[in-house]
């Protein structure tokens, strides 16, 4: 008799700011593209362009890349600024496995505490616990930079300090301001200013003279824009078919047995029925990656169509994850084949795979 697994516990996070409550909602919720680490935490790794959650039951938590495509987290489930906040969860997921996430504030004379609960891992089966315990590691790390960005004061305070004042009624501040307009009134058309020299500075009296013109603006120095970096290019390791150098990322060659309009020529024949490429689309490496020096790989896995065209096109394995996947996938997409052939009627052809490398040279 199997007995089933004991549910995954919930991750439980709780953090102290040093700011108010509406101000630690405010930065958690309405700012949460200020502080999220979205280049380590995120779907889309480095091509992300900043991250938001849209202020309302319904709204959506998502991020947005820098060529504009949008990718949604998940939903918010509760909006009541600004003691509580929870929403669905599924990064690079389908909403079928959104687990649901929850955020309380609660204010105290010097601090806000702020609570995380992060449940619901029935829904990724036996892969539960470890699920769940990816995310417990994951969200010290996110909570930690929320941490570091409100107590070191990278985004403004609003707690109002507690400090004894003397309270201005309005009647004696309109007394005030009063008795200084009528000073500044008296003065007329002289002017009192403070003049500098090396004995204890002295104040003395001038009369009023016609003002210098105001110097014009020196317009900063104009530089040619810079252009963005070379779209790096590749150096193939396929497994069918050998490499045709280049710079850049490293792609299949087409030139093995292929009429090809273009610099490369047959040299081996390929035998009766094989599948050939015949074009291909070299990847464009992220700019984001490509300006901070990141390289990496992409395995994908591919089917080509009895019309040559390339199907079903997956990433299964890639590292760093998420960099280059999206690069990678479209375009293998837009590559064509001479489809494999069966007693002279075109197959489809399933499961091809190719390793593509993104290296800066």
């Not at 792609?251 to 094989?274: C, H, K, M, Y």
């Amino acid at each position: 008799m199997t007995t089933n697994p004991a549910p995954a516990e919930p991750v439980r996070k709780e953090l102290r700011l040093r700011c108010s409550r509406d101000h630690a909602f405010d930065v958690f919720a309405r700012r949460i593209n200020e502080w999220w680490p979205s280049a380590s935490h995120s779907v889309g790794g480095v091509e992300v362009a900043r991250v938001d959650i849209e202020g309302r039951v319904g709204g959506r938590v998502f991020e947005t890349r820098h060529d504009g495509e949008e990718l949604m987290w998940g939903q918010v489930v509760c909006w009541e600024p600004p003691q509580k906040l929870a929403f669905t969860w599924h990064p690079g997921a389908a909403a079928s496995q959104a687990t649901t996430v929850t955020v309380t504030f609660e204010e105290d004379d010097v601090e806000t505490r702020v609570c995380l609960e992060h449940v619901g891992w029935a829904v990724y089966g036996a892969g539960a616990a470890a699920k769940r315990d990816d995310y417990d590691s994951g969200w010290s790390k996110v909570l930690d930079v929320l941490i570091g960005v409100v107590n070191s004061g990278g985004a403004t305070m609003t707690r109002a300090v507690r400090l004894p004042m003397v309270a201005l009624t309005s009647g004696a501040l309109t007394l005030v301001l009063f008795r200084l307009m009528a000073a500044l009134i008296a003065v007329g058309n002289t002017a009192w200013i403070m003049t500098k020299s090396h004995a204890p500075h002295e104040v003395g009296r001038i009369q009023p003279s016609t003002p210098e013109p105001p110097p014009r603006p020196t317009l900063p120095e104009r530089h040619a824009p810079q252009r963005p970096p070379a779209t790096p290019r590749t150096i193939p390791t396929s497994p069918w078919a050998p490499s045709v150098r280049a710079v850049g990322v490293k792609t299949p060659s087409i030139d093995e047995g292929v009429a090809f309009d273009g610099p490369i020529r047959p040299r081996i024949p390929l035998q009766n029925g094989d599948e050939a490429p015949i074009a291909r689309v070299e990847p464009v490496y992220p700019r984001v990656a490509a300006e901070q020096g990141v390289e990496g790989w992409v395995v994908v896995r591919f089917d080509v169509s009895a019309s040559g065209a390339t199907r079903d096109v997956r990433v299964v394995e890639s590292n760093p994850k998420r960099v280059f996947d999206r690069a990678a996938a479209r375009a293998v997409s837009r590559w064509k084949y001479r489809p494999c052939t069966v007693e002279g009627q075109p197959r489809i052809k399933r499961d091809l795979q190719v390793r593509l490398v993104f290296k800066i040279r």
